[in-house]
Structure formats: C-alpha cells, structure tokens
C-alpha cells in the first residue's frame, strides 16, 4: 500500500462512519436488548422472578422447569424440562429414563441466552441445545441432538390429564381436571421412531401408532448425524382443536427465526413506547426489564374472537373484544395499571370490561381475576381504584355503570374480611356502624367463625384500604351524579381518623367496644406479618396508608412539622435487635431503609408524601436513594416479590421521574428522573417528554421547572399533562432547591 493509500483511509473511515450515522445506522442497543429477564431471580425472602418469554399480555409464557425445591431459580442447577400446555416434556439421549428427577441435565447460565422473546441453554448432560420462541398462542421449541444419538422427547400429563397421540409426529394434550383448563396440540418436525408408555411395552414401533392416550410417554428418534428437531405447540384454553387453530394460524410454517425476529419486532416496538437518552447501561437495563416486566399482565385468553370463562365454566363470544384474566388488583392497582394506562389507554379499557363481564357471569366483581375465577386473596375492593382512575382520567369505552354496580356490591354486601368472599359478617357490620374494623384483644379468642385462621382479621389495614376504595367509589359515584351513595361514601372515606391513636401518634387496632387494644406496639404488634392487624407491613407504615387525604393525615398527626417528623423518623427507625429476628416476623419487610420497606406494595407512595407537606427536595433524594440500593441489573436486582409487574412498574414511573400517589385522582407528584430525556409516545400520536438538564447521581434535586416553557413551581402535574404532549423540562443540580415546590399552595390537591 503506498504512503498516499494509508492516508487517505482514516479519513475515508471517518467519512463513512459520518455517513452512517447521518443515516441513522449507529451501533446502538435497541430497547429490547437492554432486557436481562434474569433480573430478580434470587428472591430476597420471597419468591424471585422468572425468566419468562412471552410476547406483551399474551396468553402463552414459558420458562424453563428447573429444580423442584429451588425457589430461587436463578440458583437452581437443573433443568427438568420444559412446559406445553397440559403436559411438560423433557429432551435425553441414551437409555430410556423415565424418572423425571433423573432426566433433569445441568445448565450454566454462562451458555444460556434470556430474552423476552427467545431463550437458549445448553442440557450437559446430553449435549443438547435447547431454544424456543412464542406467538400469543403457541410456543415453537428446537433442540439440537449430537450425532448418533438415541434421542427422546419424554412427556408427562400434568394433575390427572392425558396426552393422545393422533400422528406420526404430532401430540395432543388434556386436562383431566377442569380447574386447569389448559389443552395443547404438537407437531414435531420429524416422525418418531417409536413410542412406549412409561413402564409398558414400546408400541407404534413402524411410526404410525393408533390412537392411544397416556400419562407418560416417550418418543424417540433416531439421530445418525447431529440433527435439529423442532416442535410447534398451539395452546388453548377452550379445546384441543382451537389449539390447533391456534398453532396453524400463528406459526404456520416450521421457520424458527422468522418467529423468533417476529417476537422480537413486538418486543421492541412495546418497549420503544418509552424511549430514554442518558442514565448508565445498568439503569437502562433495570429500566427495560422493568418495562418489560410491566407488560405481563392481565393476560388476553382470547382465542379466534371467543374464550372459555371461569367465572360461569362457559365457552363465550368475545365480540370483537379481548378477555383479560390474572390481576392482583391489590399489588397493581398502584403503579402498574396506571403506567399501562398511560401506554394503552384502550387496552386497560378492556380490561376494565372484563371485570364487568366477570361480575355479570358469576355475581361478583373479583378481587383476583385468575383463568379458574376469583382468587379471592388480599384485603380490600381495589377495582375500585383501577376503575375509578381509567374513568376520571377520561377513558370510558367500558360498562362504567354495572361496573359502579358490582362496586358498589363489593362495598355493601359482601365480606371484606382478609382472603374471604361471601356474605357480610359481624366484623363487617362494626363497619358499617361504627367506621372501623374490629380487632381481637390480646389473648381474646376468634369469635367470628368466618376469619382465616392464617390470615387473621388485619382489621386496622382493613379499615385503611377500604376507607381509600370508598373514596375512589364516591369519586365515580359523584361522575355518574349519584349524590346520595357519593355522600354515603366519602363519609365512609374519613374512617381512616377512627384507627388513629393521638395518644402514640400510630394507626392502632380498637376492638369492637371502641377502646382501643392494650399494650399494641406500632412496630412488631400483630404476630406473624402483622396479620392481626395489618397486611403484611406494620403500622410504622401502615401510618401512612392514606392515599386519597394526605392533607387530612397531616392534619390528624398535628401539621406539617409533626408529619415531617413522623416521615423522617419511618427512614431511620431500626429493629429493636438483630435484623434476622425483625425479618422472621416480618417476611414481606424487605428493601428496608429504616422501617420503609420497598419490597412490599403499602410502602410504594409514600417517599413521594413530601411533596404535600413542603419539602419536595426529600421526595427527590429518597426516591433516588431507593432506585440505587434497592435496584440492580444482576439476580438479586429486585427487592421483594415483583408480584407481575407490581414492583418493577414503581421503578419505571420512578426512573422518569413522576408517580400516581392516588389512583382515581388525575394527577401525578414529580420525584427524581435518573435520564437526561425521556419520551413516551401516546396512542393518541402526541409524546410526552421529561427533559433532566445537567442530571447525574450527584445532580438529583430540581432547581427550577418549566411545562410547556412556562414555569412550573408545583411538585406535580396533571394527566392532561401527558395527554396533551407537554414537555416537562426539570433543571437539576447538586443541592435542594428549598424554595421549589415548597409552599402551602404548591402541594398536590387531596381530598
């Protein structure tokens, strides 16, 4: 190469490079790629998460079946197998084994690939390459043998349901038991040698076997040459042959990695809803895990326009609108389905109707919507909360008014006690005389015969969540002109003040007389997890469960320096003793910073309480604090059960920079924004933008604001905010701004 060659090819390098870039072709991650799915899969105390693949609220998720026992699944050292509707299924090679705990093969994380749309492991023990990708209805696996081989696909029935051979090469699978409601149909890429029953005689050995149906079954192959054989499975929840339907439709042909990129394209399309500039490669990842954890629920079991219900045991028409089952309302009512109602306003509204075609098939409005019926679980009314807040945020393409009836049902005619439904109870009427729910004296022995007996009464959380869902239910009741129940419920909604002990400063247990419980202690009353008298956290936080009037809460606690007081004092108060003995009573208590505790739901809004009583800049520094020491990008990544979505969705409102304190109210309160610019593009066309100028981890107070370019000294905004587009410019800095946000008026409204 001559002397002039070598210099004119950094600046044709460098012409090129400008070239791309002009073109957009930049080497840079797209959102999908950010996702570790193996975030959160060693649990703190609780259960960890999975590394789930699936497409956006589809009905199909799978993940690999590792170690019975290990419920901490990113420690587990085997995989089992691997799931198909009715049946799971597991590939060997060599002799016929057919103990499942004796197929099992060890994996390595450091040769597997976790995506939301593809995963890949390595089976060691047979040399084995495991992959598989999904549609909304089907799951498409591949598994790589070694050259000569005896190769096998053993399958199992799950509970008491069969698998039914109907080919040379293609499976179907049935639930003996109704509750699991889940059928598959197979096809394998290639027709199995020979087949036999566990502990029978192989049969079927030329490839065409009759039709039989088993329990366990083992196909096997014969694999001269390292060979790729795949299997397509459609699954359904209404019958075998809308399984079928299901796979043809969907993955109609045997190409992987066109389902594989179509899975992928879904993906990221989902995730570029919100798209970040700025924050570190590990707050990116944390942030798009999250996001993708935040779109796992509800679940659409729709299938061909129809779906099987489990609230009437029905096949139904859909008419042209999805049915959406699993909802914790309890855990999601809170920050996830507000945030998936920002992203997709009409897809909440569909799910909001199918609580209504839930109440109109069984009765009654759930609590739990699972594929089986009401999980019946938790304490409270919560739709409340998620319907109230679709409504008056503007989104009403649902039935508003039998939704307000099965609501209205929930708050007077049935129980409200904890893990219960059916008629209303001696603890209810307390309630409804007097305001309060009523708990047991020390020693006093159970006289409602109705209670759990593991889940107790929770009466003053009782008192708490339902006093906020009867504000919510009086906020629709008022939209649809409904005067007297909005009188009678936001009278309801002011029973917070009858479990507030001025004497300790504490939300504390009253027994059915009135008089308040004896000798209570606000930080380790109410035996295991508090369930005596609370729901899993104590009354350190509990204290604060008043999401619908903090102005109210501050007033009762004697003004804003004592509620300041009672707020500093939640992060700093300790244990009384060892950490390990606070945790095994409290099981739920992690993530702690003091006595908050973000690894439990109650704690969620509470660091953004300062905004109400005049130092936003305390607001700002926690939320930043409990992002960076309660969020990472490895397995121990997530700090208490995520609960589907629950605690991941807090850390994606968060990481913008705002959060919905009280669902039902159109407002949301402004913390800390990790990211120098985020955009979220609205169904409606219109982007929502948060810019963070000058933001760092040093640079994590607001200095000054500006919405739509006009100054902005409120620590909150409205939803017609979003809705409009606006832009939110927050300049950041290293010191608190104490002027900014902090006086009487600029507070979030309340009731």
Partial sequence: ?????????????????????????TQTKDPVDYVDPNIGGIGHLLSATSPAVHLPYAMISIAPLTTPGIRDRYLADKIYGFPAGA???????????????????????DLETA???????????????????VSERAVYY????????????????SSSGEIKVVGPAALTGSPGNKGERTYFYAEIS????????????????DGRPANFSVQGLALNFRVPNQETISLRIGISHISTEVAKENLRREIPTWDF???KTNARTIWNSALSSILVKGGTKDERTIFYTALYRSMGRMVDITENDQYYSGYDHEIHSADGRPFYVDDGVWDTYRSLHPLQLILDPKRQEDMIQSYVRMYEQSGWLPSFPQLSGDGTAMIGYHAAALIADTYLKGY??????????????????????????????????????????????????????????????????????????????????????????????MKRAGNYRNVFDKRIGFMAPKSADGNWVEDFDPKMGGGWGGREYFAEMNSWTYTFQVQHDIPGLIAIMGGRDKFLQKLDSLFVEQYDGPKYKYLAQWDNATGLIGQYAQG????????????????????????????????????????????????????????????????????????????????????????FTIIARDVSAKNKYIQSAELNGKPWNKPWFDHAAIVDGSTLVLQMGPRPNLAWGSAADDAPPSM
């Fill in 1 to 25: 190469m001559t002397s002039a060659h070598r210099h004119r090819l950094p600046v044709m390098i460098v012409s090129l490079l400008l070239l791309c870039e002009a073109y957009g072709f």
């Fill in 87 to 109: 049946a799971t299924f597991m590939a060997t090679v060599g002799s016929l084994e057919t103990d499942p705990s004796k197929q099992a093969s060890p994996f390595d994380h």
């Fill in 115 to 133: 995506t939301p749309y593809y995963y890949a492991a390595s089976l060691m023990k047979y040399n084995v390459e495991a992959e598989y990708t």
């Fill in 142 to 157: 591949r598994f790589t043998f070694p050259a000569n081989a005896e190769a096998h696909l053993m399958w199992n029935a």
């Fill in 190 to 205: 290639k027709p199995f040698a020979s087949s036999s029953v566990y502990s029978s005689e192989p049969i079927g050995g």
């Fill in 257 to 259: 990695e066109r389902t």
């Fill in 396 to 489: 009403r393409n649902f039935n508003v008014e039998k939704a307000y009836e099965g609501l209205r049902a929930r708050a007077t005619e049935g129980t409200l006690l904890p893990w219960r439904s059916g008629p209303l109870t001696a603890y209810d009427r307390v309630y409804q005389e007097k305001g309060f729910f009523p708990a047991l004296a020390k020693g006093e022995a159970e006289t409602i015969p109705e209670v759990n007996p593991r889940e107790k009464r929770q009466a003053v959380a009782v008192t708490l969540e339902t006093s906020y869902d009867d504000w919510c239910l009086a906020q629709l009741a008022k939209a649809l002109k409904k005067e007297a129940d909005y009188r009678y419920f």
């Fill in 600 to 687: 439990d739901e109650p704690s969620f809004h509470v660091p953004y309480l300062y905004n109400y009583a005049g130092q936003p800049w305390k607001t700002q520094q926690m939320v930043r604090e409990i992002m960076k020491i309660w969020y990472s990008a490895g397995p121990l990544g997530i700090c208490g059960d995520d609960d589907g979505g629950a605690m991941s969705s807090w850390y994606v409102l968060s990481a913008m920079g705002f959060y919905p304190v009280t669902p039902g109210r159109p407002l949301y309160n402004i913390g800390s924004p990790i990211f120098e610019e985020t955009r979220i593009a609205l169904k409606n066309g219109k982007v």
